[in-house]
């Protein structure tokens, strides 16, 4: 993976430029672009950067938002999405480092590899200290980044898990002898992915990945999961969104003991 800080990107914004980032990132074009309009997932996968956000509009066009950062500070930031040039700006409205631009192109070097350019603009910056301030924007995205393909790839491997599995594979399946199985307990059953725990005495089934964008759910202790990738948070037991989301979780395999075994179909 390449990563790397460059200078001097040619780009259309009248304010000063303080640096470049390139990367090139194991994702494909369309899992950027559907991260970049991804709002709501900041405070919960970047919580070391945001502590909260706050929707005002958003749609194909981009979004705009009040963010409270890890820190403290309030902003408002607006991304505009041009998928024409490919390419993204994102713009702080108000707050700490108002008037800032930070300008994303992203060019597809393979159907699953990407090649992003970020240039950051920064107002009043006196030329002796670009420099400095580049190199924090710098290292602020390399971290965001960081944390953001983790959550692209593992997204991509469950869109191709599902696309791949076999229908004609068993619908049920043995996990073993009570007795000797340890709780939590995460296992496969025709390309998905459940957890076995015990609920008030009782074996249960619940999924293990997000009805909403197939993020990783853990396992539940106490009949609620919460989504670390956008905070969606779940009754096991009813399926419902306790978040108030629009979506649920899917029914899970039943449970039964056949002499002494955990049998799930």
């Avoid at 009248?14 to 090139?24: F, I, K």
């Avoid at 459940?194 to 396992?219: D, F, Q, S, W």
């Amino acid at each position: 993976m390449r990563d790397e800080q460059v200078d001097g990107a040619a780009t259309e914004s009248m304010l000063p430029h303080v640096a470049t980032y390139r990367r090139v990132l194991p994702v494909s074009l369309e899992r950027m672009y559907e991260n970049t309009l991804d709002w709501a997932h900041l405070p919960h996968v970047h919580a070391a950067s945001f502590a909260s956000i706050e929707c005002i509009d958003a749609g194909p066009w981009g979004w705009r938002a009040r963010v409270t950062t890890a820190g403290g500070a309030a902003l408002l930031l607006e991304l505009r999405l041009d998928r024409d040039c490919r390419r993204w700006i994102t713009r702080t409205l108000q707050g700490t480092n108002a008037g800032s631009e930070i300008w994303t192109h992203a060019f597809a070097v393979t159907p699953t590899r990407t090649d992003v350019v970020i240039d950051f603009f920064v107002p009043g910056v006196a030329p002796a200290r670009r420099d400095k301030v580049g190199r924090a924007y710098a290292a602020t995205y390399r971290q965001l980044y960081d944390e953001d393909v983790a959550m692209m790839v593992e997204r991509q491997r469950q869109l191709d898990q599902r696309i791949e599995t076999h229908r004609r594979e068993p619908t049920s399946r043995c996990l073993g002898a009570r007795d000797a199985l340890h709780l939590p307990l995460q296992f496969e059953l025709r390309g998905r992915d459940y957890h076995l725990i015990e609920l008030n005495g009782k074996l249960r089934t619940h999924v293990a990945r997000c009805p909403h964008a197939l993020g990783p759910l853990p396992a539940s202790v106490d009949g609620v999961v919460s989504c670390p990738w956008h905070g969606y948070r779940f009754d096991i037991v009813t399926g419902t969104c306790l978040s108030s989301q629009p979506c649920r979780l899917p029914p899970a395999p039943s449970v039964s003991l056949r002499d002494g075994e955990v049998w799930v179909a």
